[in-house]
């Protein structure tokens, strides 16, 4: 194969990856979502009777709608009870006994002084419903309609507004014998517990089965859609760890007993399941050694995505009253208030519901160092600079090793010049030549590359950590710079943040070509860090890597502000390191030096 045709060859496959970057960053928009209508189940008790499971929607599911007004109309539609903590406010529907609007009140959808706080449940009838569900499946000799469902009228029996201090109940009397009751509660933070318990008043025994639902009606809008980040279902199965998507949902196999795409799977013990988002998680927690049935399941003619546990079929004697308590998670996934729970309330495993990625050896420490440094110093910015230079520290022996490699190398540049010439096409004779002179010069070309190799998953946890922190949310760092998690809104439009008016729209075509000042300096730390190594020999390779700094610099660009202050810093300590190093070597870099000579040779060239 001659050179021109490698160039090419080489060019396209460059080419076809800065594509293929490209769309795994700004992949394509999802399909709208179907209006929802009322999927109903049919399903089969532990001793293999059916039994009717409640729908998990309204029978008579009103039009979308998005506004607030209407959303307080949707409300106002059935009598609540009031949620009030210092972490959530909302309101519980008698209708279903569902808790369906839930607001978060220490977390607000922008950084607009007016800005509405995160709503994280909603109501059917809303354009994205989410909501939690608790009912009874019936058995044996009970029917549908003797247990309480979705669209049970429920009443309050005890308790005013649902607080840290003071649990609800509410009551329902099936008029044959049959007393149910549901007991709420919640902690100060994102936890809910649900003891539902039945009185059995007749003279013949009852069987059922108590069960919760996470109901999701579309795509959340604020999908992230990126490969790095799991957003659908997470879940515990015994001792394993689970995840699934919100597209592996459809293609689950379809199951006839469930009528829809579904997975069942029995749990012994020490399990849960619910929908995590990229900050927010609702998380189905029977107790910890309770056995139950976990469901994962879509249905494609309402565009309902959905998590069950269902519980074991449990008997109630005449006179008897059979309860079982179960938890809800509903909030944000701070991590302190994860770990406590998982801790202190146990929920085994709870805080591996934060998406830790595979490295997540790494990553946890790396996530609560970041958190100390961020308590320590008070600036998530300063903190994550902070952290890059901690760990630029502890990787300096390798990064050490690395750059010596390449010194010694750069110096034997003319050495292996010379053996070019004298070998020619004597590929044989230029390999033993090669190997004769590393022996000499005691040089190994593998060191240079394995402390890099090894550098490779510490450094893809540190991107993930700051990636996922619910922290780095609306964190401001400096000047214009007012949320981390946010691209940096600077650009010629606004002169680079001196001006109070904004800057394009992210995610638009303007945004990515007039970028803000901290892709700029991405850029540049890019192309200066390429300056002290060697270029390619071959012209085509050389230009194509020359201008890479730059094609990255505008995909980068619309990625959150603390990433891009993670890579600048991690650019320019890295720069630093190897330009001592270098020079410590004996080889002194010029890099300004070089860019002068190789401009004069350009002119020079030109003349």
């Known amino acids: 194969m001659d050179d021109q045709n490698r160039n090419l060859i080489l060019a396209t496959a460059l080419s076809f990856l800065v594509i293929l970057v490209w769309f795994l960053v700004f992949p394509p928009p999802e399909p709208p979502a179907t209006e929802p209508e009322t999927p109903a189940v049919t399903v089969l008790d532990q001793d293999g009777n059916e039994m009717a499971l409640a729908p998990p929607v309204a029978d008579d599911t009103p039009a979308m709608v998005d506004d607030a007004e209407a959303r307080a109309t949707i409300l106002a539609e059935a009598e609540r009870i009031t949620i009030e903590t210092p972490s959530v406010t909302g309101s519980i529907s008698l209708i279903g006994g569902r808790i369906d609007d839930l607001s978060l009140n220490n977390y607000f959808e922008t950084l607009d002084e007016d800005s509405p706080t995160v709503t994280l449940l909603s109501p059917v009838g809303e354009s994205e419903a989410y909501y939690a569900l608790y009912g009874w499946a019936p058995a044996g000799e009970l029917e549908f309609e003797d247990v309480p469902g979705a669209n049970t009228e429920w009443q309050l029996e005890s308790g005013t507004t649902l607080t840290p201090n003071a649990p609800v109940t509410l009551s329902w009397d099936n008029g044959s014998g ?5 007991t709420i509660a919640v902690d100060d933070s994102f936890m809910f517990s649900i ?10 025994p009852v069987r059922m089965a108590p069960y919760g639902i996470v109901a999701r009606h579309g795509l959340p809008s604020d999908l992230q859609n990126f490969f790095i980040l799991h957003e659908g279902v997470v879940r515990k199965i015994d001792g394993t760890l689970d995840e699934l998507s919100y597209n592996d949902l459809p293609d689950l196999d379809f199951v006839q007993r469930e009528g829809t795409p579904a997975e069942v799977v029995d749990v012994t013990e020490n399990g849960w399941i619910g929908f995590t988002d990229k900050y927010w998680m609702t998380t189905l927690i029977p107790g910890a050694e309770q056995p139950f049935t976990s469901v994962t399941r879509y249905v494609p003619a309402s565009d309902i995505y959905q998590t069950e546990a269902r519980l074991p079929v449990m008997t109630a004697a005449p006179g008897e009253t059979t309860e079982i308590t179960t938890q809800l998670f509903a909030g944000a996934k701070e991590a302190e208030a994860i770990r406590t729970y998982q801790n202190e309330g146990g929920v085994q495993r709870f805080v591996d519901s934060i998406d830790w990625g595979w490295f997540y050896f790494l990553t946890k420490p790396l996530f609560w160092l970041l958190h100390w440094l961020n308590l320590a110093i008070g600036n998530m910015g300063l903190a994550i600079i902070a952290l890059t230079l901690i760990v630029k520290a502890i990787l300096l022996p390798l990064a050490f090793k690395s750059y010596v490699s390449v010194a010694k190398m750069k110096e034997l540049q003319p050495e292996m010049e010379k053996l070019k010439e004298r070998a020619g096409d004597d590929r044989q004779k230029l390999q033993q030549g090669m190997m004769e002179l590393y022996k000499k010069e005691k040089v190994n070309p ?14 893809f946890s540190l991107y993930k950590v700051i990636f996922v922190t619910l922290e780095l949310r609306h964190a401001p760092f400096f000047g214009w710079l007012r949320d981390l998690s946010a691209p940096d809104p600077s650009s010629i439009f606004n002169f680079y943040g001196l001006m109070p008016w904004a800057g394009p729209e992210p995610g638009t075509i303007m945004a990515l070509i007039f970028i803000g000042i901290l892709p700029l300096l991405l850029g540049i730390s890019m192309w200066l860090q390429q300056k002290l190594n060697p270029a390619p020999t071959d012209p085509t390779q050389a230009a194509i890597f020359a201008w890479l700094p730059w094609v990255f610099m505008f995909m980068l660009g619309s990625f959150a502000s603390g990433l891009l202050v993670y890579w600048i810093a991690n650019n320019v300590i890295t720069f630093t390191q190897q330009y001592l190093i270098m020079r410590s070597q004996g080889y002194k870099p010029d890099v300004f030096g070089n860019i002068l000579s190789s401009f004069q040779r350009k002119k020079t060239e030109e003349k």
């Not at 003891?195 to 013949?204: K, P, R, Y």
Request: hydrophobic residues 40%; glycine residues 6%.
């Open 446 to 459: 593998a060191s240079g590359c394995l402390p890099i190799l090894l550098q490779i998953p510490i450094f």
């Open 178 to 182: 049959l007393i149910f009751r549901r």
């Open 195 to 204: 003891t539902q318990s039945v009185e059995n008043t007749g003279t013949d």
